[in-house]
Nanobody
């Protein structure tokens, strides 16, 4: 079992930065594929970034060059550094840990980009 708790969301002006954190409990966290998803109002949840040991990182085209996913396995924590934020980045951001066909989700953290 893995429990995930996101933090770091908030209100930021366009062009600003935020760093999201996802604290995980459970020994299997280091072995799972770790993802950040987001869901904007009226839209489907979409994959933002992924990191998996031995595979590397992947990003949605819309965030490439602006967002960076990283992990600290010693701290059981996943991060998403978000720079040059745009209003279209406004969404609830979810941390995800995937092992095989099993998904674990956090409760989400709201990110609002507005002047």
């Amino acid at each position: 079992q893995v429990q995930l708790v996101e933090s770091g969301g908030g209100l930021v002006q366009p062009g600003g930065s935020l760093r999201l954190s996802c604290a995980a409990s459970g020994s299997i966290f280091s072995g799972c594929a770790k993802n950040w998803y987001r869901q904007a109002p009226g839209k489907q949840r979409e994959l933002v970034a992924r990191i998996h040991s031995g595979v590397g990182t992947n990003y949605a085209d819309s965030v490439k060059g602006r967002f960076t996913i990283s992990t600290d396995n010693a701290k059981n924590t996943l991060y998403l550094q978000m720079n040059s934020l745009k209003p279209e980045d406004t969404a609830v951001y979810y941390c995800n840990c995937r092992i095989g066909v099993v998904d674990y989700w956090g409760q989400g953290t709201q990110v609002t980009v507005s002047a």
